[in-house]
T-cell receptor, first 111, second 115 residues
Framework: DAKTTQPPSMDCAEGRAANLPCNHSTISGNEYVYWYRQIHSQGPQYIIHGLKNNETNEMASLIITEDRKSSTLILPHATLRDTAVYYCIVILTDSWGKLQFGAGTQVVVTP | DAGVIQSPRHEVTEMGQEVTLRCKPISGHNSLFWYRQTMMRGLELLIYFNNNVPIDDSGMPEDRFSAKMPNASFSTLKIQPSEPRDSAVYFC?????????????FGPGTRLLVL
């Protein structure tokens, strides 16, 4: 599975959009981009995933570049409850589902 | 629908004791995963099952660790004997099937402290 690179931390003001970047320059055509987050003292939580097209759900939007070498997770209106570690993971579509979590990005939403 | 259920939520034990962690996956999910999280190593996949059968246990740290899934609604992770370095948060996750395109749903975790 392709490796990912994320900034270690970022701050965001409450109510503003949070844009979380992820580089996955070695991604292959049959690898999904997944985003999970982990709020302190809780288990990881699924946010969104995509293969080629941009995706949106009730939690966030995922923008994948045309060459698929990077992506951005967008939290449109960050709240204090969005403070968490956000993990970007790439995984083969036909793999056994082995998620490999990196260090992620610690996002702190401030009032 | 209840999510993944883990018990106990907290466990404090002494070195050398046996520890058993329990997990009930989401009903209808066929795949189950055990992870361990520490500050030093982050989140690590220990073992996973598909249709109650262990598929890959290469992440299990050593023979002191064992996992079973006797039926579709129950799994255990056992450490015998426990050591202080086993102190960590242990998460169980489940998914509908074993595929990269399937979302994994995590339980709240068991915080283990071995003294």
């Amino acid at each position: 599975d392709a490796k990912t690179t994320q900034p270690p931390s970022m701050d965001c003001a409450e109510g503003r959009a949070a844009n979380l970047p992820c580089n996955h320059s070695t991604i292959s055509g049959n690898e999904y981009v997944y985003w999970y987050r982990q709020i302190h003292s809780q288990g990881p939580q699924y946010i969104i995933h995509g293969l080629k097209n941009n995706e949106t759900n009730e939690m966030a939007s995922l923008i994948i570049t045309e060459d698929r070498k990077s992506s951005t997770l967008i939290l449109p209106h960050a709240t204090l409850r969005d403070t968490a570690v956000y993990y970007c993971i790439v995984i083969l579509t036909d793999s056994w589902g082995k998620l490999q979590f990196g260090a992620g990005t610690q996002v702190v939403v401030t009032p | 629908d209840a999510g993944v259920i883990q018990s106990p939520r907290h466990e404090v034990t002494e070195m050398g004791q046996e520890v058993t962690l329990r997990c009930k996956p989401i009903s209808g999910h066929n795949s189950l995963f055990w992870y361990r999280q520490t500050m030093m190593r982050g989140l690590e996949l220990l073992i996973y099952f598909n249709n109650n059968v262990p598929i890959d246990d290469s992440g299990m740290p050593e023979d002191r660790f064992s996992a079973k899934m006797p039926n579709a609604s129950f799994s255990t992770l056992k450490i015998q004997p426990s050591e202080p370095r086993d102190s960590a948060v242990y998460f169980c996750a489940s998914s509908l099937r074993l595929a990269g395109s399937e979302t994994q749903y995590f339980g709240p975790g068991t915080r283990l402290l071995v003294l």
